[in-house]
Every structure is written in C-alpha cells, then in structure tokens.
C-alpha cells in the first residue's frame, strides 16, 4: 500500500470534509423550493475556494427567489432555515435577493464582495471603477473581512494564512507581503488602508488602536459608519480618501442590509439604523452621496413595508 503524501492526504480530508455541507445544501434546497417553487439556493464564500476548512467553516448561501413572494413564503423560509440549522449548527448567512430588487440595489456593491458569490456575479456586468473608487472599495473589502475574523487573528496567524491568501489576492495584492507579517492586524491594516491612505499613517494607527480596544476617534468613526452611526457626524472629517472610504462603507451598508433584511435576526433596528446613516448622508452634497441616499431611502421603504415579525416574536414552529 503506497503512502499518501501530506497534501494528498490534506486535499482528500478537505474533499471527505464537504460531505455533510453539500448534504445540508441539499436539504436547503429542497426545504427552499417546497416553500418557493422558483427558488433556486447555491453556496458561496469559502466552501467554493481552497479557504474551506472542515467544520471551522460556515456555509453561507445564497437564495434566489421569483420576483413576486408574500409575507408567507418569507415566514416559511425562515423556519425552514432554522430547521436545518438545528441539525446543521455550520449553516452561515443567508443572502436573500429577488430580479426587482437586485437590479434596485446591485450599484452598491463592492465588486469584490461580490466575486465571492460566483452565481450572482454572473448576473451583474462589473463596472470599470475610477482609481480612487476602487481603492476605496479595497479598503473596505479589507475591513469588512478583517471585522469578521479579529477574535481569531488577534492569536496570530494560526490557521488564517490560506484564507487570506485569497482574500488578498482578490484585491491584487501578493499575500506573502502581508503573511509575512508576525503581527496579522497590523500586516492587514496596512494593507487594507495604505493603498488610500498612505500618506495618512496616523489615521492607520488610530484604527489600530481601535482593533486592539482602544477609544474610537472621529476618524475611526467616520471610516466605520456601520458601527457609529449612531453619534452625530464631524463633518470637517469628511475630506479626501476618508470620503471616498465612508461612502465606500455606506454602499456595502446597503447592499449588505438588503440581501440579508428578510431574515434578519434584529429586523425591528434596520429601520432605524438605516435612518441614521441617511442624517450622516445629509450633510454631503455631491451626486454620489445623492444616490447613495436614494438607495438608503428605497431600503427603508423595503424593511418598513415587511410584515415578517422579529424573529424573537415568531409563532411557534410547526
């Protein structure tokens, strides 16, 4: 019997890894289209990529539904996701879009988010994006993913590095600049702002201190809406690639919040949220945040006219 080699031996426990989560897209599947028979469900994220990491892994979806659905189809979805997630505790985040409303808000994503959902890339022409745009949309790409990974690089390295091997090659950069970098945060960071702010190492540090627990400063603030935008704008911040990074940030805001409004666990704080990232909207007057106010006015009309309840005042399941 000849011996596997350590890769061989790697990429068959990967492979034998996705059993059960290609069983759970499966039920997923089923359990969508017994509720929506024009539902189509696919996975996305790392179980399409080599960052896949048995049972560490989430297995985020992605579901599409027909243009016309009820307040029923979306309870029934909702349960049935709940189901399969008591038997399945690795089924992630549920991305819910419709034709009418994904040719509404598709403009505000980032189109490196995007790609990471191949299915509903396929769908969007991605647009040639001017430099300062597109770095901003880096930056932000960056952020959002080092925000959803910080508890686990605060240790270090330690299982991350294929991870953001793609991570950072989905933006053009090459990882080993960054890998090689025995502090993760730092290495990320100043990756993730250096190519809008590299003139700005203050601002770097800041937002450092601010990853490792420290006071949020105004820049901090500015640069992370989704978190602050609950205090009152300082507007003289507003200027420049900081501009560009909070508009950058209030996009994927929006197109975020709306493949994920239906089944929303805190659905009853959308609208609000949403209202006061349209105040800090308000004090900017230029085409983009115009728009970008028009698409978070059309998403509050959106989560505003759901009857879907909170999930904590859910009927009992049958």
């Known amino acids: 019997m000849i011996p596997l080699r350590n890769h061989e031996l790697g990429a068959l426990t990967a492979r034998a890894g996705r059993v059960p989560y290609r069983i759970a ?22 179980f399409l990529t080599d960052a ?4 560490k892994s989430d297995l985020d979806i992605t579901i ?15 349960r049935a996701l709940r189901r399969i997630k008591r038997i399945f505790p690795a089924l992630g985040e549920a991305n819910v879009y419709c034709e009418e409303g994904f040719r509404r808000f598709i403009r505000f994503a980032n189109q490196f988010e995007l790609r990471r959902d191949p299915p509903t890339c396929l769908r969007f022409q991605i647009p040639h994006l001017p430099v300062d745009i597109r770095n901003a949309q880096v930056s932000v790409y960056l952020l959002r993913m080092l925000e959803s990974n910080l508890h686990l690089l605060r240790s270090g390295w330690d299982g ?32 993730a702002l250096g190519c809008s702010l590299a003139t700005n190492k203050s601002i770097i540090e800041q937002v450092y201190s601010y990853l490792h627990g420290g006071e949020a400063s105004e820049i901090v603030q500015v640069l992370f ?8 704008l300082p507007r003289a911040l507003l200027e420049g690639q900081v501009r560009e ?7 994927w805001e929006i197109w975020g919040l709306y493949g994920q409004q239906l089944l929303y666990e ?12 349209l105040g800090w909207l308000a004090q900017i007057e ?14 509050v009309a959106v989560v505003e006219a759901s009857n879907l309840p909170n999930p904590s005042d859910q009927v009992r399941e049958s």
């Open 160 to 191: 991350q590095q294929v991870k953001w091997q793609y991570h950072l090659r989905q933006v053009q950069f090459e990882p080993e600049s960054v890998l090689g970098n025995p502090d993760p945060i730092r290495g990320i960071l100043n990756c």
């Open 286 to 299: 230029d085409e983009r945040a115009t728009d970008l106010r028009t698409g978070l006015e059309q998403l």
């Open 266 to 277: 805190q659905k009853m704080d959308l609208g609000p949220h949403l209202r006061r990232l």
């Open 52 to 55: 896949f990491r048995p049972f």
């Open 64 to 78: 599409w539904l027909p243009s016309h659905t009820n307040d029923g189809i979306e309870r029934e979805l909702l």
């Open 225 to 232: 809406p989704n978190r602050f935008c609950y205090l009152e």
């Open 25 to 46: 897209l499966f039920l997923v599947q089923n359990q969508v289209k017994s509720v929506c028979p024009g539902a189509r469900v696919w996975a996305r994220n790392s």
């Open 245 to 251: 990074l909070f508009l950058a940030q209030t996009a």
